[in-house]
Protein backbone atom coordinates (compact mmCIF):
# COMPACT_ATOMS: atom_id res chain seq x y z
CA UNK A 1 0.00 0.00 0.00
CA UNK A 2 1.42 3.30 -0.87
CA UNK A 3 2.81 5.64 2.13
CA UNK A 4 0.03 7.97 1.12
CA UNK A 5 -2.76 5.82 3.00
CA UNK A 6 0.03 5.72 6.50
CA UNK A 7 1.42 8.81 8.83
CA UNK A 8 4.44 8.76 9.66
CA UNK A 9 5.85 8.26 13.25
CA UNK A 10 2.71 8.64 15.08
CA UNK A 11 3.72 6.04 17.55
CA UNK A 12 7.10 6.90 17.69
CA UNK A 13 10.33 6.14 14.84
CA UNK A 14 9.50 3.34 12.45
CA UNK A 15 6.06 3.51 12.74
CA UNK A 16 2.93 3.83 10.06
CA UNK A 17 -0.35 4.60 11.58
CA UNK A 18 -3.54 4.21 9.25
CA UNK A 19 -5.17 7.61 7.78
CA UNK A 20 -8.42 5.72 7.94
CA UNK A 21 -9.89 3.08 9.73
CA UNK A 22 -10.82 0.31 7.60
CA UNK A 23 -13.39 -2.52 9.60
CA UNK A 24 -11.07 -5.36 11.44
CA UNK A 25 -12.58 -8.12 8.85
CA UNK A 26 -12.10 -6.41 6.00
CA UNK A 27 -8.40 -5.48 6.96
CA UNK A 28 -7.97 -8.83 7.85
CA UNK A 29 -8.56 -10.17 4.67
CA UNK A 30 -6.05 -7.43 3.03
CA UNK A 31 -3.35 -8.46 5.40
CA UNK A 32 -4.28 -12.17 4.47
CA UNK A 33 -3.65 -11.78 0.69
CA UNK A 34 -0.40 -9.71 1.42
CA UNK A 35 0.92 -12.52 3.74
CA UNK A 36 0.10 -15.03 1.10
CA UNK A 37 1.58 -13.39 -1.47
CA UNK A 38 5.34 -13.12 -0.10
CA UNK A 39 5.08 -16.78 1.13
CA UNK A 40 7.71 -18.82 -1.22
CA UNK A 41 5.24 -21.58 -2.15
CA UNK A 42 2.20 -21.14 -0.74
CA UNK A 43 -0.86 -21.10 -3.04
CA UNK A 44 -1.90 -18.00 -5.02
CA UNK A 45 -4.91 -20.10 -6.85
CA UNK A 46 -7.70 -17.59 -6.33
CA UNK A 47 -10.16 -20.75 -6.25
CA UNK A 48 -8.41 -21.80 -2.95
CA UNK A 49 -7.87 -18.52 -1.35
CA UNK A 50 -11.31 -17.28 -2.13
CA UNK A 51 -12.52 -20.18 0.14
CA UNK A 52 -11.54 -18.07 3.17
CA UNK A 53 -14.46 -15.96 4.88
CA UNK A 54 -13.87 -13.84 7.54
CA UNK A 55 -16.61 -12.60 10.42
CA UNK A 56 -16.11 -11.00 13.74
CA UNK A 57 -16.61 -7.58 15.07
CA UNK A 58 -15.75 -4.61 13.08
CA UNK A 59 -14.02 -2.82 15.98
CA UNK A 60 -10.49 -3.25 17.15
CA UNK A 61 -10.99 -5.87 20.87
CA UNK A 62 -7.98 -5.50 22.48
CA UNK A 63 -6.02 -2.23 23.38
CA UNK A 64 -3.32 -0.42 21.37
CA UNK A 65 -2.36 -0.15 18.16
CA UNK A 66 -1.33 -3.09 17.45
CA UNK A 67 -3.56 -5.19 14.56
CA UNK A 68 -2.06 -8.14 16.32
CA UNK A 69 -5.57 -9.62 15.92
CA UNK A 70 -5.51 -9.07 12.40
CA UNK A 71 -2.12 -10.87 12.03
CA UNK A 72 -3.14 -13.79 13.86
CA UNK A 73 -6.64 -14.63 12.28
CA UNK A 74 -4.79 -14.21 8.61
CA UNK A 75 -2.40 -16.79 10.15
CA UNK A 76 -5.09 -19.08 10.97
CA UNK A 77 -6.48 -18.51 7.65
CA UNK A 78 -3.37 -19.90 5.97
CA UNK A 79 -3.90 -22.53 8.41
CA UNK A 80 -6.65 -23.41 6.89
CA UNK A 81 -5.99 -23.38 3.23
CA UNK A 82 -3.03 -25.76 3.63
CA UNK A 83 -4.84 -27.83 5.69
CA UNK A 84 -7.48 -28.23 2.80
CA UNK A 85 -4.99 -28.76 0.24
CA UNK A 86 -3.64 -31.68 2.62
CA UNK A 87 -7.28 -33.47 2.59
CA UNK A 88 -7.36 -32.81 -1.25
CA UNK A 89 -4.23 -34.48 -1.12
CA UNK A 90 -6.03 -37.46 1.01
CA UNK A 91 -8.85 -37.97 -1.39
CA UNK A 92 -11.11 -35.46 0.33
CA UNK A 93 -11.15 -33.09 -2.26
CA UNK A 94 -14.32 -30.46 -1.93
CA UNK A 95 -14.03 -27.32 -4.18
CA UNK A 96 -17.23 -26.23 -2.31
CA UNK A 97 -15.52 -26.14 1.09
CA UNK A 98 -15.25 -22.99 3.06
CA UNK A 99 -12.49 -21.87 5.17
CA UNK A 100 -14.41 -19.24 8.58
CA UNK A 101 -12.20 -17.29 10.99
CA UNK A 102 -13.84 -15.21 13.17
CA UNK A 103 -11.59 -12.09 14.02
CA UNK A 104 -12.93 -11.69 17.61
CA UNK A 105 -12.36 -15.73 18.03
CA UNK A 106 -8.86 -15.47 17.02
CA UNK A 107 -8.55 -11.90 19.76
CA UNK A 108 -10.00 -14.45 22.34
CA UNK A 109 -7.46 -17.43 21.34
CA UNK A 110 -4.61 -14.93 21.88
CA UNK A 111 -5.43 -14.95 25.50
CA UNK A 112 -6.31 -18.98 25.70
CA UNK A 113 -4.85 -19.34 28.82
CA UNK A 114 -7.54 -17.16 30.29
CA UNK A 115 -10.53 -18.39 28.48
CA UNK A 116 -10.99 -22.20 29.79
CA UNK A 117 -13.51 -23.33 32.28
CA UNK A 118 -12.94 -25.84 34.91
CA UNK A 119 -16.21 -27.33 36.55
CA UNK A 120 -18.26 -24.96 35.18
CA UNK A 121 -16.33 -21.60 36.30
CA UNK A 122 -13.51 -19.92 34.09
CA UNK A 123 -10.00 -19.92 34.50
CA UNK A 124 -9.55 -16.05 35.81
CA UNK A 125 -12.30 -16.72 38.98
CA UNK A 126 -11.24 -19.55 40.04
CA UNK A 127 -7.89 -17.91 40.04
CA UNK A 128 -8.99 -14.73 41.78
CA UNK A 129 -10.64 -16.63 44.74
CA UNK A 130 -7.67 -18.77 45.27
CA UNK A 131 -9.13 -22.14 43.75
CA UNK A 132 -7.43 -23.21 40.90
CA UNK A 133 -3.97 -24.24 43.02
CA UNK A 134 -5.57 -26.66 44.39
CA UNK A 135 -6.94 -28.06 40.72
CA UNK A 136 -3.49 -28.36 39.04
CA UNK A 137 -0.33 -30.14 39.30
CA UNK A 138 2.03 -27.82 40.60
CA UNK A 139 5.45 -27.65 38.23
CA UNK A 140 6.47 -24.16 38.84
CA UNK A 141 9.45 -24.38 41.35
CA UNK A 142 8.38 -21.20 43.23
CA UNK A 143 9.11 -19.31 40.04
CA UNK A 144 6.75 -16.24 41.84
CA UNK A 145 6.20 -17.20 44.96
CA UNK A 146 7.32 -14.02 46.39
CA UNK A 147 6.64 -10.50 45.41
CA UNK A 148 10.25 -9.73 43.85
CA UNK A 149 10.24 -13.04 42.21
CA UNK A 150 7.09 -12.19 39.90
CA UNK A 151 8.03 -8.52 39.13
CA UNK A 152 11.58 -9.76 38.11
CA UNK A 153 9.72 -10.10 34.45
CA UNK A 154 8.61 -6.49 33.71
CA UNK A 155 9.99 -3.36 32.20
CA UNK A 156 11.92 -0.75 33.89
CA UNK A 157 13.53 2.77 33.45
CA UNK A 158 16.71 3.30 33.19
CA UNK A 159 19.27 5.88 33.89
CA UNK A 160 18.50 7.12 30.47
CA UNK A 161 15.38 8.34 31.09
CA UNK A 162 13.83 7.97 27.47
CA UNK A 163 15.03 4.47 27.47
CA UNK A 164 13.63 1.20 29.20
CA UNK A 165 14.69 -1.97 30.12
CA UNK A 166 12.88 -5.50 29.83
CA UNK A 167 14.08 -7.77 32.51
CA UNK A 168 12.94 -11.06 32.81
CA UNK A 169 13.36 -13.66 35.65
CA UNK A 170 13.29 -16.34 33.13
CA UNK A 171 11.44 -19.03 35.83
CA UNK A 172 14.42 -18.37 38.10
CA UNK A 173 14.82 -14.63 39.37
CA UNK A 174 17.17 -14.69 42.05
CA UNK A 175 19.83 -14.36 39.48
CA UNK A 176 18.61 -11.61 37.70
CA UNK A 177 17.64 -9.96 40.88
CA UNK A 178 21.01 -10.07 42.20
CA UNK A 179 22.66 -8.94 38.94
CA UNK A 180 21.07 -5.30 39.64
CA UNK A 181 21.88 -5.11 43.19
CA UNK A 182 18.28 -6.40 44.38
CA UNK A 183 18.32 -9.13 47.43
CA UNK A 184 15.58 -11.67 46.43
CA UNK A 185 15.05 -11.85 50.36
CA UNK A 186 14.34 -8.01 50.78
CA UNK A 187 11.76 -8.30 53.68
CA UNK A 188 10.71 -4.72 52.82
CA UNK A 189 10.49 -5.48 49.50
CA UNK A 190 8.46 -8.36 49.38
CA UNK A 191 5.56 -6.96 51.28
CA UNK A 192 3.80 -6.64 47.72
CA UNK A 193 3.83 -6.28 43.85
CA UNK A 194 3.66 -2.50 44.45
CA UNK A 195 6.49 -2.49 46.77
CA UNK A 196 8.46 -4.89 44.40
CA UNK A 197 8.43 -3.30 41.12
CA UNK A 198 9.63 0.71 43.21
CA UNK A 199 12.44 -1.62 44.54
CA UNK A 200 13.72 -2.84 41.31
CA UNK A 201 12.95 0.68 39.45
CA UNK A 202 15.23 2.15 41.90
CA UNK A 203 17.70 0.27 41.23
CA UNK A 204 17.48 0.02 37.04
CA UNK A 205 17.54 3.59 36.98
CA UNK A 206 20.71 3.93 38.24
CA UNK A 207 21.95 1.72 35.38
CA UNK A 208 22.79 2.55 32.14
CA UNK A 209 20.60 0.66 29.39
CA UNK A 210 23.60 -0.28 27.54
CA UNK A 211 25.44 -1.70 31.31
CA UNK A 212 22.10 -3.54 31.82
CA UNK A 213 22.40 -5.04 28.52
CA UNK A 214 26.19 -6.28 28.95
CA UNK A 215 25.43 -7.48 32.53
CA UNK A 216 22.79 -9.60 30.79
CA UNK A 217 25.09 -11.08 28.18
CA UNK A 218 28.11 -11.17 30.12
CA UNK A 219 25.41 -13.37 32.65
CA UNK A 220 23.66 -15.68 30.06
CA UNK A 221 20.66 -13.81 31.15
CA UNK A 222 17.72 -12.53 29.67
CA UNK A 223 16.49 -9.00 29.06
CA UNK A 224 16.43 -6.41 26.16
CA UNK A 225 16.31 -2.55 25.44
CA UNK A 226 12.80 -1.38 24.56
CA UNK A 227 13.93 -0.61 21.44
CA UNK A 228 11.97 1.57 18.77
CA UNK A 229 10.63 0.08 16.10
CA UNK A 230 13.25 2.12 13.66
CA UNK A 231 16.15 0.94 16.02
CA UNK A 232 15.05 -2.84 15.51
CA UNK A 233 14.75 -2.91 11.83
CA UNK A 234 18.37 -0.83 11.87
CA UNK A 235 20.35 -3.28 13.94
CA UNK A 236 22.18 -6.16 12.52
CA UNK A 237 19.79 -8.19 14.61
CA UNK A 238 16.86 -6.72 12.54
CA UNK A 239 17.85 -7.12 9.61
CA UNK A 240 19.21 -10.31 9.80
CA UNK A 241 16.27 -11.63 10.95
CA UNK A 242 14.32 -9.23 7.67
CA UNK A 243 16.05 -11.37 5.40
CA UNK A 244 13.69 -14.23 6.10
CA UNK A 245 9.99 -14.90 4.88
CA UNK A 246 7.22 -14.46 8.04
CA UNK A 247 6.65 -17.97 6.82
CA UNK A 248 10.10 -19.73 7.25
CA UNK A 249 9.72 -23.17 5.37
CA UNK A 250 13.06 -24.86 3.66
CA UNK A 251 13.90 -27.86 2.29
CA UNK A 252 17.25 -30.20 3.84
CA UNK A 253 19.72 -31.69 1.70
CA UNK A 254 20.14 -35.33 3.66
CA UNK A 255 23.12 -37.01 2.27
CA UNK A 256 20.06 -39.47 0.89
CA UNK A 257 17.32 -37.65 -0.39
CA UNK A 258 13.93 -39.57 0.63
CA UNK A 259 10.82 -39.93 -1.26
CA UNK A 260 7.40 -38.40 -1.16
CA UNK A 261 5.49 -39.99 1.95
CA UNK A 262 1.52 -40.04 1.23
CA UNK A 263 -0.55 -39.63 3.79
CA UNK A 264 -2.15 -42.32 5.68
CA UNK A 265 -5.52 -43.00 4.23
CA UNK A 266 -8.28 -41.50 5.85
CA UNK A 267 -10.10 -43.32 8.83
CA UNK A 268 -13.69 -42.84 8.46
CA UNK A 269 -13.91 -42.35 12.07
CA UNK A 270 -11.21 -39.39 11.76
CA UNK A 271 -11.18 -37.26 8.47
CA UNK A 272 -9.65 -34.36 10.34
CA UNK A 273 -6.58 -32.76 7.76
CA UNK A 274 -3.09 -34.29 9.78
CA UNK A 275 -4.80 -37.90 11.61
CA UNK A 276 -2.27 -40.01 11.40
CA UNK A 277 0.71 -37.61 11.32
CA UNK A 278 2.85 -38.27 14.23
CA UNK A 279 4.12 -35.44 15.84
CA UNK A 280 7.28 -35.48 19.00
CA UNK A 281 7.05 -32.05 20.81
CA UNK A 282 10.14 -31.43 23.37
CA UNK A 283 9.18 -27.49 24.53
CA UNK A 284 8.13 -25.46 27.38
CA UNK A 285 5.91 -22.59 28.53
CA UNK A 286 3.82 -21.33 25.48
CA UNK A 287 4.97 -20.93 22.01
CA UNK A 288 6.31 -24.42 21.63
CA UNK A 289 3.40 -26.17 22.99
CA UNK A 290 0.82 -24.12 21.21
CA UNK A 291 3.14 -25.16 18.09
CA UNK A 292 1.36 -29.05 18.45
CA UNK A 293 -1.59 -28.07 20.13
CA UNK A 294 -2.85 -26.91 17.06
CA UNK A 295 -1.71 -29.42 14.94
CA UNK A 296 -3.17 -32.00 17.32
CA UNK A 297 -6.90 -30.17 16.55
CA UNK A 298 -5.81 -31.05 13.26
CA UNK A 299 -5.54 -34.46 13.62
CA UNK A 300 -1.91 -35.48 14.50
CA UNK A 301 -0.81 -37.93 17.14
CA UNK A 302 1.20 -35.43 19.31
CA UNK A 303 3.42 -36.93 22.65
CA UNK A 304 4.78 -34.02 24.43
CA UNK A 305 7.68 -34.62 26.46
CA UNK A 306 8.59 -32.19 29.58
CA UNK A 307 11.91 -32.28 30.93
CA UNK A 308 11.44 -32.83 34.86
CA UNK A 309 13.88 -30.97 35.84
CA UNK A 310 12.99 -27.60 34.62
CA UNK A 311 9.94 -25.38 35.89
CA UNK A 312 6.94 -24.73 33.63
CA UNK A 313 3.49 -22.61 34.26
CA UNK A 314 0.86 -24.62 35.98
CA UNK A 315 -2.31 -22.89 34.62
CA UNK A 316 -0.69 -24.05 30.81
CA UNK A 317 -1.68 -27.73 31.58
CA UNK A 318 -5.55 -26.49 30.87
CA UNK A 319 -4.65 -25.50 27.44
CA UNK A 320 -1.93 -26.36 25.86
CA UNK A 321 -2.06 -29.80 25.94
CA UNK A 322 -5.13 -30.47 24.38
CA UNK A 323 -5.44 -33.33 22.29
CA UNK A 324 -1.68 -34.92 23.31
CA UNK A 325 -0.38 -37.32 25.58
CA UNK A 326 2.17 -36.16 28.21
CA UNK A 327 5.46 -37.67 29.56
CA UNK A 328 8.43 -36.54 31.02
CA UNK A 329 12.21 -37.30 30.07
CA UNK A 330 15.18 -36.15 31.42
CA UNK A 331 17.94 -36.55 28.66
CA UNK A 332 21.03 -36.26 31.15
CA UNK A 333 19.93 -40.20 31.66
CA UNK A 334 21.33 -42.09 29.21
CA UNK A 335 17.67 -44.47 29.04
CA UNK A 336 15.44 -41.82 28.66
CA UNK A 337 17.86 -40.06 25.88
CA UNK A 338 17.38 -43.57 24.13
CA UNK A 339 14.02 -43.62 24.92
CA UNK A 340 13.37 -40.38 23.31
CA UNK A 341 15.63 -41.27 20.10
CA UNK A 342 13.28 -44.42 19.50
CA UNK A 343 9.95 -41.77 19.28
CA UNK A 344 12.38 -39.76 16.73
CA UNK A 345 12.71 -42.63 14.57
CA UNK A 346 8.47 -42.80 14.18
CA UNK A 347 7.79 -39.03 13.65
CA UNK A 348 7.09 -36.93 10.91
CA UNK A 349 7.52 -34.04 12.73
CA UNK A 350 9.92 -33.19 16.03
CA UNK A 351 9.29 -29.97 17.44
CA UNK A 352 11.81 -28.18 19.71
CA UNK A 353 11.59 -24.78 21.34
CA UNK A 354 14.87 -25.08 23.34
CA UNK A 355 18.12 -22.50 22.30
CA UNK A 356 19.19 -23.81 18.33
CA UNK A 357 23.10 -24.83 19.77
CA UNK A 358 21.27 -27.19 22.80
CA UNK A 359 19.96 -29.86 20.93
CA UNK A 360 23.54 -30.89 19.60
CA UNK A 361 24.32 -31.54 22.95
CA UNK A 362 21.55 -34.55 23.27
CA UNK A 363 21.91 -35.96 19.12
CA UNK A 364 18.54 -34.16 18.11
CA UNK A 365 19.96 -30.68 16.23
CA UNK A 366 18.75 -30.47 12.85
CA UNK A 367 21.41 -32.47 11.38
CA UNK A 368 21.06 -35.13 13.54
CA UNK A 369 17.51 -35.96 13.16
CA UNK A 370 17.26 -35.53 9.45
CA UNK A 371 20.09 -38.31 9.50
CA UNK A 372 17.75 -40.30 11.29
CA UNK A 373 15.15 -39.47 8.40
CA UNK A 374 17.68 -40.57 5.68
CA UNK A 375 18.69 -43.98 7.35
CA UNK A 376 14.59 -44.74 7.95
CA UNK A 377 14.34 -43.70 4.20
CA UNK A 378 11.32 -41.59 5.11
CA UNK A 379 11.95 -37.39 5.06
CA UNK A 380 10.79 -35.63 8.24
CA UNK A 381 9.70 -32.28 9.19
CA UNK A 382 12.08 -30.32 11.85
CA UNK A 383 10.66 -27.68 13.75
CA UNK A 384 12.45 -25.08 15.68
CA UNK A 385 10.49 -22.03 17.65
CA UNK A 386 12.55 -19.14 19.44
CA UNK A 387 12.87 -15.21 20.48
CA UNK A 388 15.80 -13.69 18.01
CA UNK A 389 15.31 -16.14 14.39
CA UNK A 390 17.35 -18.56 12.87
CA UNK A 391 20.64 -16.62 12.52
CA UNK A 392 22.33 -13.85 13.56
CA UNK A 393 24.37 -13.14 16.72
CA UNK A 394 21.91 -13.39 18.61
CA UNK A 395 19.75 -16.77 17.39
CA UNK A 396 21.36 -18.22 20.31
CA UNK A 397 20.57 -15.87 22.69
CA UNK A 398 17.57 -16.86 25.32
CA UNK A 399 14.53 -14.89 24.86
CA UNK A 400 10.94 -14.67 26.01
CA UNK A 401 7.66 -13.16 24.72
CA UNK A 402 8.19 -10.16 26.69
CA UNK A 403 11.94 -9.85 25.27
CA UNK A 404 10.45 -9.71 21.84
CA UNK A 405 7.98 -7.45 22.78
CA UNK A 406 10.46 -5.20 24.08
CA UNK A 407 13.53 -5.96 21.01
CA UNK A 408 10.82 -5.64 18.24
CA UNK A 409 9.04 -2.27 19.37
CA UNK A 410 6.22 -3.66 20.24
CA UNK A 411 6.46 -2.73 23.95
CA UNK A 412 7.67 1.01 23.12
CA UNK A 413 4.71 1.39 20.68
CA UNK A 414 1.92 0.13 22.88
CA UNK A 415 3.07 2.93 26.22
CA UNK A 416 3.17 5.38 23.00
CA UNK A 417 -0.60 4.79 22.45
CA UNK A 418 -1.05 5.18 26.34
CA UNK A 419 0.47 8.58 26.08
CA UNK A 420 2.91 7.51 29.53
CA UNK A 421 5.50 10.06 29.52
CA UNK A 422 9.69 9.58 29.11
CA UNK A 423 8.68 6.66 26.80
CA UNK A 424 7.79 4.67 29.36
CA UNK A 425 7.07 1.06 27.55
CA UNK A 426 4.22 -1.63 28.15
CA UNK A 427 4.19 -4.91 27.14
CA UNK A 428 1.29 -5.29 24.96
CA UNK A 429 -1.67 -6.86 26.81
CA UNK A 430 -1.75 -10.33 25.64
CA UNK A 431 0.79 -13.44 24.66
CA UNK A 432 0.52 -12.35 21.45
CA UNK A 433 4.44 -13.20 20.20
CA UNK A 434 4.22 -16.28 22.00
CA UNK A 435 0.79 -17.48 20.82
CA UNK A 436 1.54 -15.95 17.55
CA UNK A 437 4.78 -17.93 17.40
CA UNK A 438 3.25 -20.73 17.67
CA UNK A 439 0.74 -20.56 15.15
CA UNK A 440 3.71 -19.31 12.73
CA UNK A 441 5.26 -22.31 13.07
CA UNK A 442 2.15 -24.56 13.09
CA UNK A 443 1.44 -23.19 9.45
CA UNK A 444 5.02 -23.68 8.91
CA UNK A 445 4.40 -27.13 9.48
CA UNK A 446 1.58 -27.61 7.38
CA UNK A 447 3.34 -26.41 4.52
CA UNK A 448 6.04 -28.93 4.88
CA UNK A 449 4.17 -31.99 5.39
CA UNK A 450 2.05 -30.91 2.07
CA UNK A 451 5.45 -30.41 0.30
CA UNK A 452 6.62 -33.81 2.28
CA UNK A 453 3.64 -35.34 0.35
CA UNK A 454 4.39 -34.12 -2.85
CA UNK A 455 8.09 -33.22 -3.28
CA UNK A 456 9.65 -35.90 -0.76
CA UNK A 457 12.79 -34.62 1.43
CA UNK A 458 12.94 -33.14 5.02
CA UNK A 459 11.87 -29.69 5.81
CA UNK A 460 13.87 -27.30 8.23
CA UNK A 461 10.28 -24.91 9.72
CA UNK A 462 11.28 -21.66 11.83
CA UNK A 463 8.84 -19.78 13.82
CA UNK A 464 10.79 -16.71 16.06
CA UNK A 465 9.09 -14.21 18.55
CA UNK A 466 10.56 -10.93 17.05
CA UNK A 467 9.58 -12.16 13.25
CA UNK A 468 5.50 -12.08 14.51
CA UNK A 469 6.27 -8.93 16.24
CA UNK A 470 7.86 -7.10 13.40
CA UNK A 471 5.48 -8.05 10.83
CA UNK A 472 3.12 -6.32 12.74
CA UNK A 473 4.92 -2.84 12.77
CA UNK A 474 5.52 -3.24 9.14
CA UNK A 475 4.16 -0.33 6.38
CA UNK A 476 2.02 -2.29 5.11
CA UNK A 477 0.28 -3.77 7.66
CA UNK A 478 -0.08 -0.45 9.30
CA UNK A 479 -1.32 0.53 12.70
CA UNK A 480 -4.60 1.48 14.20
CA UNK A 481 -5.26 5.80 14.52
CA UNK A 482 -5.21 7.33 17.98
CA UNK A 483 -9.00 7.70 17.87
CA UNK A 484 -9.42 4.18 17.14
CA UNK A 485 -7.36 3.05 19.82
CA UNK A 486 -9.58 5.34 22.23
CA UNK A 487 -12.41 4.44 20.85
CA UNK A 488 -11.55 1.15 22.02
CA UNK A 489 -10.32 1.60 25.51
CA UNK A 490 -13.21 3.79 26.06
CA UNK A 491 -15.77 0.32 25.09
CA UNK A 492 -13.90 -1.70 27.06
CA UNK A 493 -12.58 0.71 30.37
CA UNK A 494 -9.38 -1.49 30.62
CA UNK A 495 -7.57 -0.87 33.96
CA UNK A 496 -4.19 1.06 34.15
CA UNK A 497 -1.39 -0.50 32.24
CA UNK A 498 2.20 0.04 33.07
CA UNK A 499 5.64 -1.00 32.31
CA UNK A 500 5.97 -2.81 35.69
CA UNK A 501 2.50 -4.63 35.10
CA UNK A 502 3.70 -8.92 34.87
CA UNK A 503 1.52 -10.18 31.46
CA UNK A 504 -0.03 -12.41 33.59
CA UNK A 505 -1.34 -9.06 35.24
CA UNK A 506 -2.23 -7.70 31.84
CA UNK A 507 -4.18 -10.78 30.74
CA UNK A 508 -6.35 -10.38 33.56
CA UNK A 509 -6.81 -6.90 32.38
CA UNK A 510 -8.13 -7.55 29.08
CA UNK A 511 -10.26 -10.65 30.15
CA UNK A 512 -12.11 -8.32 32.64
CA UNK A 513 -12.68 -5.71 30.17
CA UNK A 514 -14.32 -8.69 27.60
CA UNK A 515 -16.13 -9.69 30.27
CA UNK A 516 -17.93 -6.50 30.36
CA UNK A 517 -18.86 -5.99 26.79
CA UNK A 518 -18.51 -9.31 25.18
CA UNK A 519 -18.94 -11.83 28.20
CA UNK A 520 -21.85 -13.95 26.00
CA UNK A 521 -19.01 -15.11 23.79
CA UNK A 522 -17.01 -16.05 26.82
CA UNK A 523 -19.74 -18.07 28.20
CA UNK A 524 -19.07 -21.82 28.57
CA UNK A 525 -22.62 -22.66 26.59
CA UNK A 526 -21.83 -19.93 24.11
CA UNK A 527 -20.99 -22.34 21.07
CA UNK A 528 -17.71 -21.38 21.18
CA UNK A 529 -15.78 -23.99 23.37
CA UNK A 530 -15.00 -27.73 23.26
CA UNK A 531 -16.10 -29.40 26.69
CA UNK A 532 -14.82 -33.02 28.31
CA UNK A 533 -17.39 -34.46 31.01
CA UNK A 534 -14.29 -35.23 32.73
CA UNK A 535 -10.94 -34.19 33.18
CA UNK A 536 -7.24 -34.66 35.12
CA UNK A 537 -7.86 -31.75 36.53
CA UNK A 538 -10.09 -32.76 39.80
CA UNK A 539 -12.37 -34.71 37.68
CA UNK A 540 -13.97 -31.86 36.99
CA UNK A 541 -15.53 -30.91 33.27
CA UNK A 542 -12.95 -29.22 31.54
CA UNK A 543 -14.09 -26.66 28.60
CA UNK A 544 -11.75 -25.37 25.88
CA UNK A 545 -11.95 -22.81 23.49
CA UNK A 546 -12.15 -23.69 20.23
CA UNK A 547 -9.91 -23.83 17.08
CA UNK A 548 -10.26 -21.05 15.30
CA UNK A 549 -10.22 -22.89 11.95
CA UNK A 550 -13.76 -23.90 11.36
CA UNK A 551 -14.48 -25.86 7.96
CA UNK A 552 -18.22 -25.99 6.10
CA UNK A 553 -17.51 -29.52 6.23
CA UNK A 554 -18.06 -30.68 9.37
CA UNK A 555 -16.33 -33.79 10.09
CA UNK A 556 -12.81 -32.32 9.03
CA UNK A 557 -13.24 -29.28 11.05
CA UNK A 558 -10.12 -29.42 13.63
CA UNK A 559 -10.99 -30.13 17.46
CA UNK A 560 -9.46 -32.29 19.91
CA UNK A 561 -10.66 -35.06 20.84
CA UNK A 562 -9.04 -36.01 24.22
CA UNK A 563 -9.07 -33.02 27.01
CA UNK A 564 -5.51 -31.57 27.93
CA UNK A 565 -3.88 -33.58 30.42
CA UNK A 566 -1.36 -32.27 33.38
CA UNK A 567 2.67 -32.87 32.32
CA UNK A 568 3.56 -36.31 32.44
CA UNK A 569 0.55 -37.76 32.93
CA UNK A 570 1.80 -41.04 31.08
CA UNK A 571 4.74 -43.37 31.89
CA UNK A 572 6.96 -42.71 29.68
CA UNK A 573 8.08 -46.69 28.30
CA UNK A 574 4.36 -47.50 27.38
CA UNK A 575 3.72 -44.51 25.52
CA UNK A 576 4.29 -45.40 21.38
CA UNK A 577 3.06 -43.64 18.48
CA UNK A 578 -0.31 -44.83 17.16
Given at each position: MSDATRIPDVYGPGTHTDKTFVPVTQDTERIFRLIASETPGFTQDEALLSKVKFTGEDFPVIPGPIKAVSVAAALHAMAGVLADEILTLRGAEDKSRQITVNTTHAAFWLGTIAAAHIGGEDVVSLTKQGKLKSLIPNWEQGWTDTPLKYRATALYPTANP?????????????????SIGVDPDDA????????????????TSRISPEQLEMTNLLNGLCGSICFTPEQWNNSAMGKSLAAHPLINVKPLSPSVQTPPVSFPPLDPSDR???????????????????????????????????????????????????????????????????????????????????????????????????????????????????????????????????????????????????????????????????????????????????????????????????????????????????????????????????????????????????????????????????????????????????????????????????????????KAEEVRFR
Amino acid sequence: MSDATRIPDVYGPGTHTDKTFVPVTQDTERIFRLIASETPGFTQDEALLSKVKFTGEDFPVIPGPIKAVSVAAALHAMAGVLADEILTLRGAEDKSRQITVNTTHAAFWLGTIAAAHIGGEDVVSLTKQGKLKSLIPNWEQGWTDTPLKYRATALYPTANPEVWYSLHGSMDAPPVLRSIGVDPDDAAANTSNEAAAAHIAQHTSRISPEQLEMTNLLNGLCGSICFTPEQWNNSAMGKSLAAHPLINVKPLSPSVQTPPVSFPPLDPSDRRPLAGVRVLELTRVIAGPQISTLLASMGADVIRVNPPHLPDINVLQLTLNAGKRTIALDLRKPADAALLQSLVKEADVFVQGFRLGKMAKYGLAQDDIVAVAAARGRGIVYVSENCYGPDGYYAERPGWQQIADAASGSAYVTGRSLNLPNNEAVLPSLPVSDMTCGLLGAVGTLKALRDRATKGGSYAVHSSLVAVDTYALRPEVGLYPKEIVKECADRFQWAEMRGAHHVLDLLVTVYDGWKRVLGAYLEENSGWFQSFDKSDFGGRRLSLLKPVVAFSDKASTPEWKTPSLPYASHKAEEVRFR
